[in-house]
C-alpha cells in the first residue's frame, strides 16, 4: 500500500550531538516531501521540504536527504538543542492518480529527545 | 497573518452529543484539510477541500462525521452522535496551493465521555 513508515520510533542525543531521523516511504510517484516538528500541545510545524528532482537540501541548522533509489528520507540537526525536542513527521505527497494523488501522507513519527 | 485559528482548543462532551469543530484557514489559502491525530493511527486526513469544494472525503471514518466550507474563511467539522472512540485531537491544516506545505493550527481536543 502507499504509506511513509519510520525506523526508529525515539531518538535520545545530547545537547550539541547531530541528530540524524529516519523515514522510508513506498510510494515511488510521490515527488514532495516534508519534514514536520510536532511539539507537546501544539500543531505540526513545517521545518523544511524537498521535491523529487533534488537528492539533498539545507536549511538553518537541518539537511534533507532524500535517495529516491531506496526510497528513503532522512532529517539531520546539527548541534542539537533541548528546544529541538520533539515528535518529527516526515510526509509525502501523492502525485500520481489513485488515493494518494494531492494529499499528503504522513508517518507515525519519531521521538526525539535532547538532553542537557 | 494569525496563522490557521482552530476553536475550540478544547472539547468535552457525552457520548451521543453533537460536536462542532471550526477552522478559519489562513487568507488567501485554497486548501482546506482536516486530521485526526491519535496515538494509535497517527496523523490520519479525514477531508479535504479546493476552493471550498470538498475534493476527498474518503478519509471521514462514517456518516456520523460531516465537514462543510460554507465560505473561504471558515470551515467546520461535525460529529453526530459523538462516541468514546471518536477522542483525539483534530488538526485543520491550509496551502496556498497542492504543491506547497501545509499549514496546521493547535487543534481541538477532544474527549467524548
Known amino acids: 500500500g502507499e504509506s511513509v513508515g519510520l525506523h526508529l520510533p525515539t531518538l535520545s542525543v545530547q545537547e550539541g550531538d547531530n541528530s540524524i531521523i529516519n523515514c522510508a516511504y513506498s510510494?515511488?510517484?510521490?515527488?514532495?516531501f516534508i519534514w514536520y516538528k510536532q511539539e507537546s500541545g501544539k500543531g505540526p510545524q513545517f521545518i523544511i521540504d524537498i521535491r523529487s528532482n533534488m537528492d539533498k537540501r539545507q536549511g538553518q541548522r537541518v539537511t534533507v536527504l532524500l535517495n529516491k533509489t531506496v526510497k528513503h528520507l532522512s532529517l539531520q540537526i546539527a548541534a542539537t538543542q533541548p528546544g529541538d525536542s520533539a515528535v518529527y513527521f516526515c510526509a509525502e505527497f501523492g502525485n500520481a492518480g489513485g488515493t494518494s494523488y494531492g494529499k499528503l501522507t504522513f508517518g507515525q513519527g519519531t521521538i526525539l529527545t535532547v538532553h542537557p | 497573518d494569525a496563522g490557521v485559528i482552530q476553536s475550540p482548543r478544547h472539547e468535552v462532551t457525552e457520548m451521543g452529543q453533537e460536536v462542532t469543530l471550526r477552522c478559519k484557514p489562513i487568507s488567501g489559502h485554497d486548501y482546506l484539510f482536516w486530521y485526526r491525530q491519535t496515538m494509535m493511527r497517527g496523523l490520519e486526513l479525514l477531508i479535504y477541500?479546493?476552493?471550498?469544494?470538498?475534493?476527498?472525503d474518503s478519509g471521514m471514518p462514517e456518516d456520523r462525521f460531516s465537514a462543510k466550507m460554507p465560505n473561504a474563511s471558515f470551515s467546520t467539522l461535525k460529529i453526530q452522535p459523538s462516541e468514546p472512540r471518536d477522542s483525539a485531537v483534530y488538526f485543520c491544516?491550509?496551502?496556498?496551493?497542492?504543491?506547497?506545505?501545509?499549514?496546521f493550527g493547535s487543534g481541538t481536543r477532544l474527549t467524548v465521555v
Open positions: 510510494n515511488s510517484a510521490s515527488d514532495y
Open positions: 491544516a491550509s496551502s496556498p496551493n497542492r504543491g506547497h506545505g501545509y499549514t
Open positions: 477541500f479546493n476552493n471550498n469544494v470538498p475534493i476527498d
